[in-house]
Structure formats: C-alpha cells, structure tokens
C-alpha cells in the first residue's frame, strides 16, 4: 500500500513539474507576442505611395440589356 501512495505521489509530482514547464514556456510566449504588438503599435504608419496616374481609377462593369 505504501508503495503504491509513494509512485502516485511520484507520479503527480512529475506531471505538477510538467505543467509548471508547459506554463512558464506559453507565458513567456505570449509576452513576446504583447512586446512585438506593442513594438510595432509605436512605429509610425508608413506613408503610401503616390501614383503618377491622374486618369482616376479603372472601375470594373458590367453591360446591362
């Protein structure tokens, strides 16, 4: 019997040790993650480009009968 108490607790104790290690890594991670949104949050939207074409815009239709 006493062995059998001492493997369970063994056993729980590994798995407690496991989750722990699983738990730390996804934290970790998704701190990145916040710290990369947040980098790229602070940077100043890129300017568009300017096209030569004073045309206007091609806009696609469809003939009606």
């Given amino acids: 019997m006493f062995k059998f108490l001492l493997i369970i607790g ?3 104790y ?3 040790k496991i989750g722990t290690l699983f738990f730390r ?3 970790a991670s998704q ?3 916040n710290n990369q949104q ?3 949050f602070n ?3 890129q ?5 030569k074409n004073t045309a206007g ?5 469809e003939e009606v009968k």
């Fill in 10 to 12: 063994l056993v729980l």
């Fill in 14 to 16: 590994v798995i407690y």
């Fill in 25 to 27: 890594a996804g934290a």
């Fill in 31 to 33: 701190q990145f993650r």
């Fill in 38 to 40: 947040q980098a790229n």
């Fill in 43 to 45: 940077q100043p939207p």
């Fill in 47 to 51: 300017q568009k480009k300017k096209t």
């Fill in 57 to 61: 815009e091609y806009i696609d239709y």
